[in-house]
C-alpha cells in the first residue's frame, strides 16, 4: 500500500514559492467507525525532490481500513496554512465483508 502526495513545483506555482508544501506527515488506518486507528507511517515530503512523491505504509500489517487519515504536521515555512494539490492512495482492494476482518488473506 502506498500513498502519493502532489505538490506543484516552485516553478509551476503561481506565488514562485514552495514554502506551503506538506513537510512531515502521518498516515494511519481507521476502523469503519473512524474510531480505531493504526499508525501506517510517518514520512516527509522533500521539497527538493520531484513534485509527486510516494511513500510506501508499513507492508507488516495485514488488515483492511474503511478509511484513511492524512495528518499534516510542518510544512516548509509558510504560516497558517499547508497546500496540497493531490493525494492518491494505492493497495489491494478487499471485498466489503472483508472490512470486518482482523487480517486480511494475501495469496503467498
Same mark, same amino acid.
Not at 38 to 56: I, R, S, W
Given at each position: 500500500m502506498a500513498v502519493t502526495i502532489l505538490h506543484p513545483s516552485k516553478i509551476s506555482s503561481q506565488l514562485g514559492a514552495a514554502s506551503s508544501?506538506?513537510?512531515?506527515?502521518?498516515?494511519?488506518?481507521?476502523?469503519e467507525k473512524g #474510531? /480505531?486507528? !493504526?499508525?501506517? /507511517?510517518?514520512?516527509?515530503?522533500?521539497?527538493? #525532490?520531484?513534485? !509527486?512523491? !510516494?511513500?510506501?505504509?508499513?507492508? /507488516?500489517?495485514?488488515?483492511?481500513f474503511q478509511f484513511l487519515k492524512l495528518v499534516i504536521q510542518s510544512n516548509w515555512g509558510k504560516p497558517g496554512y499547508t497546500c496540497i494539490y493531490r493525494v492518491q492512495v494505492y493497495g489491494k482492494a478487499v471485498e466489503t465483508n472483508a472490512l470486518t476482518k482482523t487480517h486480511v488473506d494475501t495469496p503467498r
Open positions: 508544501a506538506p513537510r512531515d506527515f502521518t498516515v494511519s488506518g481507521l476502523d #474510531k /480505531g486507528r !493504526t499508525l501506517l /507511517g510517518t514520512f516527509t515530503y522533500v521539497m527538493q #525532490k520531484e513534485p !509527486t512523491q !510516494t511513500f510506501l505504509l508499513e507492508n /507488516g500489517i495485514r488488515r483492511a
